[in-house]
C-alpha cells in the first residue's frame, strides 16, 4: 500500500477510492496511535467527529464513529462545523483527538478525513505514519463497558462562534458584508458571527443539500460574489470553501483581495498593534513576488516554506510566529487558531476596515501584484515532474528568459492528481505564454 496520507489528511473520491470500509480501519489506527499518546491512564480517550455539507460525509461520519466507539474511544459528534470549529472544539473539549470530514475545496463527489492531535493540532508526519502502520493489524477488542459511548455535543457549533467574537477587538456595526459560504460547513456559523458582530449580512450560497457545495460558489468561484457584493453596494465580500479553512476576499468595486494581499494587511496590522512575533509572517514559495517586496518594505521578514498549511503552520511553531498563510487564502493567526479558520480571517478583516475608515480596495492596495498565471495540468504522472530531464530543461530555460524580473515553480499537487505551474512575469501576457509553454511540456513527458 502507498502512503494514504496527502498534504491535508486522507482524501479521494468517496464511496471508491474513500470506502466506509476504509474510514473504520483508519479510525480504529488512529484511535490506537493518538488514544495512547493523549489519554490519562485512568480514563478512555475521547474525540470529536465533525463533517462538512456533502451527502458521503453522512455515511464517512457513521464509519469513523463506529471505529473510535469500537477501539473503546468515547465519541462526541458535532454534526456540521468548519474545520477551525472541530480543531477549537478539540482543544476547548480538551478531547485526545478530532476528527474532520471534508475535502474542502474540492469537488462534491470527493471526501476527506483529517485528524487532528489533543489541542486542534494536525498530526505530524511521523505520526501519519505511524497510523498507516497499524491499519488492519490484529488487536484485541474492547466488550461489554469497554466499548466507546457515542453523543451528541449540540452546543458545539455556539461555542465556536463565541470564540470567534472574543477574537474581535471591536464591533462592525455600519459594515453591509457579502459572504458566500460555498453551501458548505460555515453556512451557519459565518453569517450568525458577523451578525452577532453587528454587521450587516447578505448571504450567499447558504443553503447546501449535500450535492451543492463549491458548486460555482465559494473560494475557487468568485463571480456570483463579486456581482451581489457591487449589486447591492456592500462594503467587502468574503468567500468561504467547503470546510471554511480559507477565505478570500472581494472589495466594494468587486475586484478580488487574494490570501496575498490578506496576509499582508493582517501582517502591517500586527507590527502596527505589537502582536506581529519576531516582525516576521510565514507563506509560501506561491506567494507573489510582490508580497515579498511590501513586507520588506514595511521591515517585515517573509518566511517562505512548501506550499500545505501544515507546512506553514509547522515553521510557525518552530519559530514562535504568529501569522503564516497562503495565497489560496489559509491564513492561521496562532494567538486565536490553530489551524487556517476563514470566517476567523473576515472578521479581522472586516475590523480593520472597519477600525481604519479605509476601504477594501484601499486596504488591498498595500501591496501591487506582479502578474502571475498557473496552470493545472491533469492526466500526468505527477510524481516525475522534478526528475524529467526535458522538463527540467525546459524550466530551466524559462528561468533564464526571466532572470530577476520573475520565477517559474512547478510543483505536484498535493490534493488532486495534477502538475502545477505557476509563472510570475512583469505583463500577464508574457506569463500566460512560459506558463503554455511548460504545461505542453509537461502534458508531452509525463502523460500517463
Not at 482543544?91 to 469537488?107: C, K, R, Y
Not at 510570475?424 to 505564454?433: K, V
Request: hydrophobic fraction near 45%.
Amino acid at each position: 500500500m502507498g502512503r494514504i496520507f496527502g498534504t491535508d489528511g486522507v482524501r479521494g473520491l468517496a464511496n471508491r477510492d474513500l470506502t466506509a470500509e476504509l474510514a473504520v480501519d483508519i479510525s480504529v489506527a488512529a484511535a490506537h496511535v493518538l488514544g495512547e499518546a493523549g489519554a490519562f491512564a485512568d480514563q478512555r480517550p475521547t474525540a470529536v467527529v465533525a463533517r462538512d455539507t456533502r451527502a458521503s460525509g453522512e455515511f464517512l461520519e457513521a464509519a469513523v464513529v463506529a471505529g473510535l466507539a469500537s477501539a473503546g474511544v468515547d465519541v462526541h459528534r458535532l454534526g456540521v462545523v468548519p474545520t477551525p470549529g472541530a480543531a477549537y472544539l478539540t482543544a476547548f473539549l480538551e478531547a485526545d483527538m478530532g476528527v474532520m470530514i471534508s475535502a474542502s475545496h474540492n469537488p462534491m463527489p470527493d471526501n476527506g478525513i483529517k485528524f487532528l492531535a489533543r489541542g486542534g493540532v494536525k498530526l505530524d508526519d511521523e505520526i501519519e505514519d505511524a497510523i498507516e502502520q497499524r491499519l488492519e493489524e490484529p488487536w484485541d477488542r474492547p466488550t461489554g463497558s469497554d466499548v466507546g459511548r457515542v453523543g451528541d455535543s449540540h452546543a458545539g457549533l455556539g461555542a465556536y462562534v463565541r470564540h470567534l467574537l472574543d477574537t474581535l477587538p471591536s464591533r462592525l456595526d455600519g459594515l453591509t458584508v457579502v459572504l458566500d459560504c460555498a453551501n458548505g460547513a460555515a453556512h451557519e456559523a459565518a453569517p450568525d458571527a458577523f451578525e452577532r458582530a453587528g454587521a450587516t449580512v447578505i448571504s450567499i450560497h447558504a443553503d447546501p443539500d449535500g450535492l451543492n457545495i463549491n458548486r460555482d460558489c465559494g473560494s475557487t468561484h468568485l463571480d456570483d460574489l463579486r456581482r451581489v457584493v457591487v449589486e447591492k453596494g456592500a462594503d467587502v465580500g468574503f468567500a468561504f470553501d467547503g470546510d471554511a479553512d480559507r477565505c478570500l476576499a472581494v472589495d466594494q468595486h468587486g475586484e478580488v483581495v487574494d490570501g496575498d494581499q490578506i496576509l499582508a494587511i493582517l501582517a502591517l496590522r500586527g507590527q502596527r498593534e505589537g502582536t506581529l512575533a519576531n516582525d516576521t509572517v510565514v507563506a509560501t514559495v506561491m506567494s507573489n513576488v510582490g508580497f515579498t517586496r511590501a513586507m520588506e518594505a514595511a521591515g517585515i521578514t517573509v518566511l517562505r516554506t512548501a506550499v500545505g498549511d501544515r507546512y506553514v503552520l509547522e515553521a510557525m511553531r518552530e519559530g514562535g510566529h504568529t501569522l503564516g498563510g497562503e495565497q489560496s487564502g489559509h491564513v492561521i493567526m496562532s494567538r486565536h487558531a490553530t489551524t487556517g479558520d476563514g470566517t476567523l480571517t473576515a472578521l479581522q478583516l472586516a475590523a480593520e476596515l472597519a477600525e481604519s475608515g479605509k476601504t477594501m480596495s484601499e486596504l488591498a492596495a498595500v501591496m501591487q501584484r506582479l502578474p502571475q498565471v498557473l496552470v493545472n495540468v491533469g492526466g500526468v504522472d505527477r510524481s516525475a515532474a522534478a526528475t524529467n530531464e526535458v522538463v527540467q530543461a525546459a524550466v530551466a530555460q524559462a528561468e533564464a528568459k526571466l532572470g530577476d524580473a520573475g520565477r517559474v515553480l512547478l510543483r505536484p499537487s498535493g490534493t488532486e492528481p495534477l502538475v502545477r505551474v505557476m509563472v510570475e512575469a512583469p505583463t500577464a501576457d508574457l506569463a500566460q505564454e512560459i506558463a503554455d509553454r511548460l504545461a505542453d511540456v509537461v502534458r508531452a513527458e509525463l502523460a500517463l
